[in-house]
């Protein structure tokens, strides 16, 4: 038990990053608006960067919200089911969700490699590596295909609520 609450601490606190990378993003853009407003003089990069933050922020965070889950859901028609039944959904749900998350997680990864060899550049005024993005995007994608994985097995074995006891409670906060 104690390896699926690692797993699931670990996946907050990659996410983490992506409240530093809102604040990295924030500071970029400030310094790009004042640049051009005040100086006529914009930030070189800026969106280039703020791209690539904007990937960090997303990709690195959906583990998190996997692991304390805090994701969207749409419960109308299964709180209407019986403890039996939400644990057979819970289930089919996952399972489902490790499918779909886990080929996408590995066209992402064999597109990130490609990137990679190739090294992979935006064209503009400023040559920009696009491969490191690419790394980010595929290794969110896996650590969230883990992240589901984990609460599989975890939900399988113990059920979901003695898995999320080792986490804080966020319950209803973003």
Known sequence: MKLFI???????AIGSLSGLATGAMMVVILTDVIG?????APLPLATETSVMLLIVKVFLRMAGAQAMDLNFKFT????LLSPRWKYLQRIVSLSVALLGIGMIAWLAS??????TEMGETSFGVHPWPIWPERIILAAGLCLLT???LSDLIGSAIWGQERLKSGLPDHSGSL
Do not use: G, N
Not at 36 to 40: D, N
């Open 36 to 40: 051009r407003a005040f100086f006529a």
């Open 76 to 79: 109308v028609l299964t709180d």
């Open 146 to 148: 883990l992240q589901i």
């Open 110 to 115: 064999s597109y990130a490699i490609e990137a």
């Open 6 to 12: 690692w797993m699931s601490r670990f996946s907050v």
